[in-house]
């Protein structure tokens, strides 16, 4: 299963490694920009998804954490491996439905569906760049 995490994230990372190439003029410029993104998918979108939730009418809580969680491809790896390894104690009693969507396979299939639109965005958002640029 770890394998299969890992997997996902090289392929996720490999799209927007793409952008970025595509983005940058230099090595540096890759370089820094890429520091970037990926400190701000591990440290800061966390920070960020706390913030709007708690700014979020309750009956809106559930559903808006879990679009946000699938914007990130780290936070999606993470919440799909605590599921599959059966430890959504750590997710609290308020969120024990994804446990349930966990059961029904409906987690699994949102983040699946969450990458592929992140590859097939990414690749059509290189390819303009590349063409406008050259």
């Known amino acids: ?53 708690n700014v979020i009418p309750y009956s809106q809580k559930l559903n808006s954490m879990l679009l946000l969680v699938l914007l990130n491809p780290i936070e999606s790896i993470r919440v799909w491996s605590i599921e599959r390894l059966n430890a959504n104690y750590i997710f609290g009693p308020e969120f024990l439905i994804l446990k349930e969507w966990g059961d029904s396979g409906m987690l699994t299939g949102f983040i699946l569906l969450s990458f592929l639109i992140m590859i097939f965005i990414a690749i ?11």
Do not use: H
């Not at 591990?42 to 939730?53: H, K, P």
């Open 1 to 53: 299963m770890f394998l299969l995490l890992n997997i996902f994230l090289v392929i996720t990372f490999s799209a927007l490694s793409l952008i970025v190439g595509s983005v940058s003029s230099t090595r540096m410029q890759g370089l820094s920009l890429s520091l970037f993104i990926w400190s701000f998918f591990v440290f800061v979108y966390e920070f960020i998804i706390f913030s709007v939730v």
């Open 124 to 134: 059509l958002v290189s390819n303009k760049v590349m063409k406008i640029r050259g």
